[in-house]
């Protein structure tokens, strides 16, 4: 932490101290209080009401214009206020064991590092670690953007959140269209799991990234979803099999093929319409869960091993301004990640969920928002109770670049 902090203080400094370069400073942060069911064990399915205080996120964002073609950004992300936790993987001790510490809950990070590099008027790269902005939840970077607590509450139960990949990505701009297209560091099949499909997958538990396998994304847009008038598709794909640490238990190829589709638009300046789609295949995904159900030490998923062959997530939301500082609104959710099976895997019922809910969002000022959102979850699997979530949020962010 003092590191990190005096690391932040020179770059600024140096900053400030080089005149030709300018320095630019964004802070967002995002408290939370939260009461829902929950169930005690396993064998007890009687809900009981749970209340809980999240500082969720605190984020320094920094900008250092370099030249008229070339600016560097990065942000500091304060998860949770914790201090978080890395894994190691010892190949000789005990024919090789995932190892963890944790601190505390939460964690510390350079969420993202890259430069942006003007090619053309129309042409931009990202060069390093930048958002894979394939989805609301990674596209959105502002809590004001949006009226519910989170873009796609059910997101996290299928990919990668806060997804943030090293590589080179690029946007090019063609009137109201923009192409995208990049390569990325790739998934690890060792940490896909039942109750977020390939979301463990994103390598931020160790210090390295493996890079024996890329990934690789492509998208169009029509003007722009994350300022609410726009229409995008994207599609990623990467196998996962040589990323893996314990090489020797998967020997097929596991490739992650996802489709993207989002849709934000406002209409007669009021009305504001949000929707997402996910489509996403996992090859050979019995081999996967076979093989990570064999791991050791933390990386064992235990009764979490099976993975479905497919998953999906559909969002819509209608939103309403009705007032300049109050909007209302209602936003319904479903998604499956176990919608195809493959060979001995069976589908479990209790990853198909379905969100129904509404709420407010109150604008005290230009930097500030509270926000409550009401909804209930169900599940298909028979037997387990709906159970009823409220959050409060207060939301501020300074101001984007």
Do not use: C
Request: net charge negative; hydrophobic share 35%; aromatic share 14%.
């Amino acid at each position: 932490m003092r590191s990190l902090s005096v690391l932040l203080l020179f770059i600024s400094q140096f900053a400030f101290a080089q005149s030709e370069y300018s320095f630019k400073q964004r802070y967002v942060g995002e408290f939370q209080f939260i009461q829902e069911d929950q169930f005690k064990t396993v064998n007890n399915l009687s809900p009981y009401q749970r209340k809980t205080f999240d500082m969720k996120a605190i984020e320094a964002e920094y900008e250092i214009q370099l030249n008229p073609n070339n600016k560097f950004e990065f942000e500091v992300e304060y998860e949770h206020g914790g201090v978080g936790s890395a894994v190691e993987f010892d190949n000789f001790e005990e024919f090789g064991e995932f190892e963890t510490e944790v601190e505390k809950g939460g964690e510390v990070v350079v969420s993202e590092a890259f430069l942006l590099k003007k090619i053309t008027p129309r042409t931009e790269l990202y060069i390093g670690k930048s958002p894979v902005a394939i989805t609301l939840n990674n596209a959105i970077n502002s809590p004001l953007l949006y009226s519910s607590n989170a873009p796609s509450q059910l997101e996290a139960r299928i990919l990668p959140q806060e997804w943030n990949e090293l590589g080179v990505q690029s946007r090019t701009r063609l009137g109201d269209f923009s192409i995208y297209a990049g390569v990325v560091s790739g998934l690890n099949s060792e940490f896909f799991r039942k109750y977020n499909w390939i979301g463990g997958g994103y390598q931020k538990q160790f210090e390295n990234i493996n890079a024996d396998n890329l990934a690789y994304t492509v998208g169009l847009e029509f003007g722009d979803v994350v300022y609410g008038r726009g229409i995008s598709v994207h599609y990623y794909t990467g196998d996962t099999q040589n990323n893996r640490y314990k090489l020797d238990k998967l020997i097929v190829p596991a490739t992650v093929n996802v489709y993207t589709a989002l849709l934000q638009w406002k209409f007669f300046d009021r009305l504001g319409i949000m929707t997402e789609h996910v489509k996403g295949s996992l090859q050979n995904s019995e081999e996967v869960a076979l093989a990570n159900a064999t791991l050791s030490g933390v990386a064992k998923p235990k009764s979490f091993a099976a993975l479905g062959s497919k998953a999906d997530l559909q969002m819509y939301q209608l939103n309403f301004d009705v007032t300049e500082t109050v909007n209302i609104f209602s936003q319904y959710e479903h998604v499956n990640t176990f919608a195809a099976t493959e060979g001995t895997i069976t589908k479990d019922p209790r990853y198909e969920v379905i969100h129904n809910g509404y709420g407010l969002s109150y604008k005290m000022d230009e930097i500030t928002h509270i926000k409550m959102h009401y909804y209930k979850e169900k599940t298909k699997l028979d037997g387990l109770p709906e159970t009823k979530h409220f959050v409060l949020s207060f939301n501020m962010d300074t101001g984007e670049f």
